[in-house]
């Protein structure tokens, strides 16, 4: 047999016993209340929040829908602390998700710092460590928790955090009865939506099934989205186990404008198109636990990911100076990405020495693989900056990669007494990934790599009535470089990203270090409060360098040494009458590198006569605000009508290319915007919905990056001589109105 049969075997184990019908502690995470927070990737081994040594936040997809928001990334912007959005990829489908400074991104080249997990199967491609939030239907998602530091037990590249996303059931969703229910909605830049679900439960069987379809013509041209979501879910329950069976996929086409110089009066215009990525996915995974025993439960759950991008982009040519060059170019780029696992834990509640003890051991085996082909072809450009291509696609890269991800963890929560709870956990991870060149033509690439290490975490408790928890936590986590990176990584052959591939030097994993104090309470019956202090420290913190010139997206990865990110997250919620809730939010962050290092970065006013610019200790990480505000009023006596607004105001930050803070241009200035929806019970079975976003129509960025904008003279035309340096902006989508109607039948 091979290594991975016996984690088989368990997960097979765990999924196939028990016979009779009763609430099951697997399933809570499933249900509408959540009360309690995952610890470990698997769900079944959620603890109390009491005695929770870190600031977690938990939603429901009740709060999601009901808000009307259409994606994961806009809900966690407007709602949860720590959390940031950057336009990069001028689609409002894909935007990076930044916790405390880390980021979970759709975008090769950013590097990754977030785990993200979809009832415990980790959904970050093994190709990049990428996150395609598009893949994920809003309809399908009974909760999503947020937990941040370097939880050691999510296993790599949880450095900021971890993100688990947990689906609905049948039993859950339709518990009386089988149901169904349809959303229709329509708004402003031509976006209609359609989405379906339906579900029940008949004795120890329930099923669950959603779809999406969404058309987007974007705020922007040359932006717009097709989106469609599948998702199923068949389960059964009984007083010992728990087993689901899911299924679904996504086939998406999203466009997308990149960034716009500054210097363009409309930020609806793009600076070259087109530019599109489709994304199909199709999946299958099976969990399952079984109670052995009334203190222990097993869990397990195997799964397969077949994820396919296709990638069209239109660029300005590497030297556009040159006369015998041709001022553009086409590049197509194809990954195809196999992911498969197995998981298994048992977590157990058994008293140790007459105290409360929880304890939680598993290990996890993720297998990835993955076919990246890369073809360029010359072009011209448009009037309107559009490219023509001339002559056929030259291949220029096709490698095959594989990566191999082992880890082991447990954790212990100990109860001192009624009000200390001691927490113990650490794993070990190994990382194996091979490269192969697959067209016979550049065996330069070929290579292996292996990364290992040991990551612990301690935390303490401390509650001395059900109202209020003080907390302190340090914790270990790493991230392995990935494929993708180890490939481009030298600073005298930078990559076009996503579209070229060359042999450079190893790189070495980022190591983090989070030290977390906190407190949190209850205020009056539904009232809560809480505050927390964090510092994370990485070394040889991973960085993707901007290396100007005519294509903004081009660059290398490199280690850049000490980098931290510090900072306070407060929050109070709850309901001052019994016809208005309000809840608020404050982050704090500085994030800065704390080592010197020398970056190429021509289109820097401050660059020297190389192109080079000196990044100093202290100066600030690009792209994240030093501060954030975020406020929620919602008006309404209950479940018949509700109007709610958000504001989301965010300090201003530094392009990436000015991570020496010294070009005027670089600075990206604050900004605030406001959302409103609303919701009207017609009847017990109709359900009117609107929302206003950005409803004072304010103009903002909130991402940026310096470059060389060759389009600067009359008519933005294609003119290197009055080609000027400035930065290049990401822009959040103007004021937009939507309608819909909501029907629901049992």
Not at 572 to 586: D, E, F, I, N, T
Not at 702 to 714: C, D, P
């Amino acid at each position: 047999m091979g290594r991975r049969d016996p984690l088989i075997a368990c997960a097979v184990a765990a999924v196939l016993l028990g016979t009779a019908r009763a609430e099951n502690p697997a399933e809570v995470l499933e249900l509408p209340q959540v009360g309690v927070v995952g610890t470990t990737p698997l769900p079944g081994s959620g603890i109390d929040l009491r005695r929770l040594p870190a600031n977690a936040q938990a939603y429901t997809g009740a709060e999601l829908r009901r808000q009307g928001r259409t994606s994961v990334p806009e809900f966690l912007e407007g709602a949860a602390g720590g959390v940031n959005l950057n336009a990069a990829q001028g689609n409002r489908e894909q935007p990076d998700v930044n916790v405390r400074g880390f980021a979970a991104s759709p975008l090769l080249g950013t590097p990754q710092g977030v785990s993200v997990f979809l009832d415990g199967v980790r959904v970050n491609e093994p190709f990049g460590d990428t996150v395609n939030w598009d893949l994920i239907p809003p309809s399908a998602i009974a909760s999503i928790q947020l937990i941040p530091g370097s939880q050691p037990a999510f296993g790599l590249n949880t450095l900021g955090g971890a993100i688990a996303i947990y689906t609905r059931s049948g039993a859950s969703t339709y518990p009386d009865r089988p149901g169904a229910d349809v959303s229709l909605t329509a708004g402003s830049h031509g976006r209609r939506s359609l989405v379906v679900d339906t579900g029940g439960q008949r004795g120890a069987w329930d099923w669950f099934a959603t779809a999406v379809h969404t058309t987007d013509h974007g705020w922007a041209l040359h932006n717009a989205s097709r989106v469609r979501q599948l998702f199923a879910k068949v389960g059964r329950q009984d007083d010992r186990t728990d087993l689901d069976l899911t299924f679904g996929g996504a086939d998406n086409r999203l466009e997308g404008t990149q960034t716009v110089p500054r210097s363009f009066d409309d930020p609806r215009e793009p600076y070259t198109w087109p530019d599109t990525n489709v994304n199909r996915l199709g999946f299958v995974a099976l969990k399952g636990s079984v109670a052995l025993h009334a203190d222990w439960l097993l869990s397990g759950n195997a799964y397969a990911r077949r994820f396919r991008n296709r990638n069209f982009s239109s660029n300005v040519t590497d030297d556009p100076v040159d006369p015998a060059a041709a001022p553009a170019t086409n590049d197509a780029s194809h990954i195809a990405q196999l992911a498969r696992g197995v998981g298994v834990q048992i977590a157990g509640t058994r008293r140790l020495a007459g105290h409360g003890n929880q304890l939680v051991i598993g290990a996890s085996l993720d297998h990835g693989r993955a076919r990246y082909t890369h073809a360029s072809q010359e072009a011209s450009f448009t009037a309107d900056r559009g490219t023509i291509g001339s002559g056929a696609f030259l291949p220029e890269v096709d490698v095959e990669t594989r990566t191999r991800r082992v880890g082991w963890y447990a954790s212990d929560a100990f109860s001192i007494d009624e009000r200390w709870t001691l927490t113990l956990a650490g794993r070990r991870d190994q990382a194996d990934i091979a490269i192969a060149d697959a067209s016979g033509q550049a065996h330069e690439l070929d290579g292996a790599h292996r990364y290992a290490r040991v990551n612990p975490s301690v935390g303490l408790t401390w509650s001395p009535h059900a109202r209020f928890t003080a907390y302190a936590s340090a914790n270990q986590g790493m991230r392995a470089p990935t494929a993708m990176e180890l490939t481009c990584a030298d600073p005298n052959a930078p990559c076009k990203l996503p579209n070229a591939f060359v042999s450079d030097p190893p790189l070495k994993p980022v190591v983090a270090r989070t030290v977390e104090i906190g407190a949190r309470g209850r205020i009056g019956d539904d009232g809560r409060w809480s505050v927390a202090l964090f510092r994370t420290e990485l070394r040889d913190d991973l960085q993707f360098i901007a290396a100007g010139s005519g294509a903004t997206n081009a660059g290398y990865f490199a280690n850049v040494g000490t980098t931290r990110r510090q900072g306070l997250e407060a929050a109070a919620s709850g309901r001052v009458a019994p016809w208005l809730a309000l809840a608020a939010r404050l982050d704090l962050l500085h994030a800065a590198y704390r080592t010197g290092f020398v970056e190429h970065s021509p289109s820097n006013a401050s660059a020297d006569a190389d192109g080079n610019i000196a990044v100093r200790p202290g100066d600030r990480i690009p792209g994240l605000p030093a501060h954030q505000l975020k406020l929620r009023a919602e008006l309404g006596p209950g479940e018949h009508w509700s109007l709610g607004a958000n504001g989301v105001f965010a300090g201003a930050i530094r392009a990436r290319g000015d991570e020496n803070g010294l070009d005027p241009q670089g600075r990206i200035a604050g900004w605030g915007r406001v959302d409103l929806d609303g919701r009207w019970r017609v009847s017990p079975r109709v359900e009117v919905k609107a929302r206003v976003d950005n409803a004072l129509d304010r103009r903002y960025a909130s991402f940026g990056t310096l470059g060389t904008n060759v389009f600067a003279g009359s008519g933005r035309t294609f003119d290197p001589a009055t080609a000027r340096r400035e930065a290049f902006l990401g822009y959040g989508a103007p004021r937009s109105v939507s309608l819909g109607l909501d029907v629901h039948w049992e």
